[in-house]
């Protein structure tokens, strides 16, 4: 048996990548639709549709990263972050989407996006990193705590509709 080496990377997304982009916001927001919190994520926090003219503005800004996660140079996973100014004057990068098709799970894709996530927010001089796991979404939160980001704040909610 011969065994299959797949290239895993990640890059800066341009341009080009616009359209491969905004079909995984589309995967991205099928995936999280019936999670505990996804359906109030969804309608407040996340990129809302049509996804082309936000995401051709993040590959535009200075103040916003756009990467691409690859597999045998097919997309298969994206991220997005933006810069936070606060009270005091220092900077917070905000990661807005992190998605990885479950093909690209567990081979290193995601953990290649981090790593851009990460230098780029360390390179602006940020005082730190934040990212949004759901309540019951287990894998994102190892992810995130595998790669250094800990739980720094609960939410809590309580739906007033039937």
């Known amino acids: 048996m011969t065994a299959i080496n797949l290239a895993e990377s990640a890059r800066l997304a341009t341009i080009d990548d616009v359209e491969a982009i905004v079909e995984l916001v589309g995967e991205a927001r099928a995936s999280i639709a019936d999670v505990r919190g996804g359906n109030l994520w969804l309608n407040r926090e996340a990129r809302q549709l049509p996804a082309d ?37 220092s900077l917070l990068a905000v990661v807005d989407d992190l998605f990885v098709l479950p093909d690209g799970r567990e081979v290193g894709v995601g953990e290649e996006i981090m790593s851009l996530l990460l230098q780029w927010a360390t390179d602006q001089g940020c005082r730190g990193i934040d990212a949004a796991a759901l309540p019951g979404d287990r894998h994102t939160k190892n992810f995130f705590e595998s790669n250094g980001l800990v739980a720094r704040a609960i939410l809590v909610h309580k739906s007033l509709t039937p």
Do not use: F, K, N
Request: charged fraction near 15%; avoid cysteine.
């Open 53 to 89: 003219e936000s995401i051709t503005l993040a590959v535009q800004s200075p103040d916003q990263l756009l990467v691409v996660g690859e597999l045998d140079a097919i997309a298969v996973g994206y991220a997005a972050a933006h810069l936070e100014t606060l009270a005091d004057h």
